[in-house]
């Protein structure tokens, strides 16, 4: 979950400094696209620790299909953006590929959530009694 956070955040720095740095144009729009695409793979990363949690316990198998859509669909998309010759699109369709087998792990996953609310609680609470006394 760290390295979701980390790809997370260096998402946000992307999109920060090729906004900033990369004159307007293809180079700044694939940028751009890049870091929403690696930003959302990250957060579906996390959001696989959510449905775990409420019972989906097969999702803990889509995130290393997201997490290495990474650097192949989000990596090749900025090597592109950078000037590497058009066969670096051979690695977003790898990466693409990825993360469709990552959404699908998800997608069923959720399926065995169960309906209605879900209560977790980590030990259970001590009850309290209170004798009252007659001659009081």
């Known amino acids: 979950m760290m390295l979701a ?5 260096s998402a946000a720095g992307v999109m920060t400094v090729g906004g900033l740095l990369a004159p307007p ?3 700044a729009d694939l940028l751009k ?3 929403a695409v690696q930003f959302m793979h990250s957060m579906a990363t996390l959001a696989c620790a959510t449905v775990m949690q409420i019972g989906g316990v097969q999702a803990r ?3 290393p ?12 998309i900025y090597a592109v953006a950078f000037g590497a010759p058009p ?6 369709a790898c990466g693409a590929l ?3 087998v990552g959404w699908a792990i998800l997608a069923l996953a959720t399926l065995s959530v169960e309906d209605g609310p879900r209560v977790v609680r980590s030990s259970p609470q001590p009850r309290v009694q ?3 006394r007659a001659d009081a």
């Open 5 to 9: 956070a980390l790809s997370a955040m």
């Open 25 to 27: 144009g293809r180079a």
């Open 33 to 35: 696209a890049g870091a």
């Open 61 to 63: 198998r889509a995130p």
């Open 65 to 76: 299909f997201f997490l290495a859509s990474v650097p192949l669909l989000s990596g090749s």
């Open 87 to 92: 066969q670096a699109w051979l690695f977003t």
């Open 98 to 100: 990825a993360a469709a």
């Open 130 to 132: 209170v004798r009252v």
